[in-house]
């Protein structure tokens, strides 16, 4: 059963999660800290898989305690509950937090936030990806100006010109999005000039997908390394993500997963990022086992590490509450077939755009990658590939 511990210092709003989550008592078993002292006491005599604390709180404050949770206790997915007046404060210190919700929080969007973030937890049931996942301490937070974006797009009064000027604001990320719409990758007819131009062009979706790549890349800068190289993985990534929305527009996806295909694609790869970065010494030892053998860095990946690329990123994304749906086309990108979900969905566009994207690349690592013929012929695309293909 998955442990879930709350903490906030007013005794009332702990009794009011009390209530709410009284239905969830079969699924979870929870404690409630009055405070970040005994949150830390309860923390250090039992495993716990979420917690959700409370920002404001006399003495230590919610983020301090995650911090110290970070420290103490790595695997816990850390989500803080704040107030809206604390958002600035919360933005800032988004380090240690994993997720954000907003009080007064709704019971169901507390609930699924949770329930995703042990999803994860699942995840990690895989030993290695356990050991991986520790050795590399601290996974990055999500992006400050992507959660803007997103409070942006969900509050009354937003708009796509405010999403617009959002970006605006940054200008190392406004320049990246431009030079990207502006791309052959989206084959615009006009060139685009301005950020909110490119949301009116591109749809919300796929801008805020772009903004929390660009991001996302731009955290790492570690030396190539082949099979690992940040610059080529980027280029690869935007072809998937253009070519997983193309594909999900073929297959008649609905159109939340038409945009999810295109986040998914674009993903897809972060757990690389994360390994070059983290376990730069695995890395080398891998591509070794790749020259030396010709096989997929994926299968490198597992005889050195015990867990894949894949693995990895889809649990940053899984931390980051993205739904399950875009967690698995990262996690089985590979392997399909493994994955329980049935029918045609976001993992079946992310394996067949990452396929064809990578026959195209001049990586041997790459060029050994296989589509799972059994699992295409079962949804009956077997033998449409050569239409899927083309953008
Ligand atoms: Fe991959
Ligand atoms: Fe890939």
């Not at 601290?138 to 959002?166: C, F, Q, T």
């Amino acid at each position: 059963m998955k442990k879930i511990l709350f903490v906030d210092d007013e005794i009332n709003l702990l009794d009011g999660l009390k209530r709410m989550l009284r239905g969830m008592r079969n699924e979870w078993q929870m404690a409630f800290a009055p405070g970040a002292r005994e949150a830390l006491e309860i923390l250090g005599n039992d495993s716990f898989d979420v917690i959700v604390t409370d920002m404001r709180m006399p003495g230590m404050d919610g983020c301090r305690l995650l911090n110290e949770v970070k420290e103490r206790f790595p695997n816990i997915v850390r989500i803080i509950l704040s107030g809206h007046s604390d958002k600035e404060e919360v933005l800032k210190s988004i380090g240690p937090v994993h997720q954000y919700l907003s009080k007064p929080c709704d019971a169901q969007v507390l609930k699924s936030t949770i329930a995703r973030a042990c999803t994860m937890q699942d995840l990690l049931e895989n030993d290695s990806l356990i050991k991986i996942v520790s050795r590399i301490e601290s996974l990055p937070s999500l992006p400050a100006l992507y959660a803007e974006v997103i409070e942006a797009v969900n509050s009354p009064d937003g708009s796509l010109a405010r999403v617009g000027e959002i970006i605006s604001q940054d200008l190392g990320m406004a320049a990246k999005i431009l030079q990207l719409v502006n791309s052959s990758f989206f084959g615009l007819p006009t060139h685009v000039s301005s950020p909110a131009r490119a949301v009116a062009m591109l749809g919300i979706e796929t801008v805020k997908a772009l903004v929390l790549g660009v991001k996302i890349f731009s955290q790492f800068s570690m030396p190539d390394l082949q099979g690992y190289s940040i610059a080529s993985l980027w280029n690869h990534s935007v072809a998937t993500s253009c070519l997983a929305k193309n594909i999900a527009e073929k297959l008649k996806l609905k159109q939340t997963e038409i945009n999810n295909s295109f986040l998914a694609g674009l993903l897809h790869d972060t757990g690389k990022l994360i390994l070059l970065d983290r376990l730069p010494t695995a890395c080398e030892e891998i591509v070794e086992v790749v020259i030396s053998s010709g096989c997929p860095l994926f299968e490198a990946e597992q005889k050195v590490l015990g867990a894949t690329h894949a693995q990895v990123g889809a649990y940053l994304l899984g931390i980051w509450g993205f739904p399950r749906s875009i967690v698995n086309g990262i996690a089985f990108h590979h392997c399909p077939g493994k994955c329980s979900d049935e029918g045609v969905s976001i993992l079946t566009v992310v394996h067949l755009a990452n396929g064809f994207e990578h026959k195209n690349s001049p990586d041997t690592a790459n060029k050994a990658l296989n589509f799972d013929l059994d699992y295409l012929s079962k949804l009956g695309i077997g033998d449409r590939l050569d239409t899927l293909r083309i953008p």
